[in-house]
């Protein structure tokens, strides 16, 4: 019995730590216009971890595609470009903005529609998942920063 306990509660640790390994993510989906076939998404990704993180597949439930994408300057024009990999170095944070590093919703299913919530599934080069789920909302509206 006492040996079952100790398997138990090892076990416990061990899955919580797991969690632990895993990344804290945030942000917001840009509300997209009636009919618009794309739509953008802005995440804070911080790795707590003590080993990089690359992520290599995103998916949500309102684009057929969902992909990471950042900007290019291209002899002064700006270029959007799809990212193959994510990498978050440990211990690091990765902040996506306007003009850099975003997810790219393609094709999307039906409207971001302000005030309501999108869930985004990530997968790393490990197969390990996360899912966050975000407000629509404009940047500037992000109002409950300071309470995290
Ligand atoms: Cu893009």
């Known amino acids: 019995m006492f040996l079952i306990k100790i398997i138990l509660f090892s076990s416990t640790i061990f899955f919580t730590t797991n969690l632990w390994a895993g990344l804290m993510i945030s942000g917001h989906a840009n509300p997209s216009e009636k009919g618009a076939t794309m739509g953008s998404a802005y995440l804070t990704i911080m790795n707590h ?14 684009a057929k ?25 440990a211990h690091a944070t990765i902040s996506m903005k306007p003009g850099g590093k975003h997810i790219m919703l393609i094709q999307l299913s039906k409207q971001l529609a302000k005030g309501n919530k999108v869930t985004i599934q990530l997968t790393d080069s490990k197969g390990n998942n996360y899912s966050t789920t975000i407000p629509i909302q404009r940047a500037e509206a992000k109002s409950d920063h300071s309470h995290h």
């Open 49 to 62: 971890s003590a080993e990089d993180v690359t992520l290599t597949k995103a998916s949500s439930s309102y």
């Open 65 to 89: 595609y969902t992909e990471f994408h950042t900007h290019l300057n291209e002899k002064g024009m700006m270029r959007m470009v799809k990212l193959k990999d994510l990498k978050i170095p």
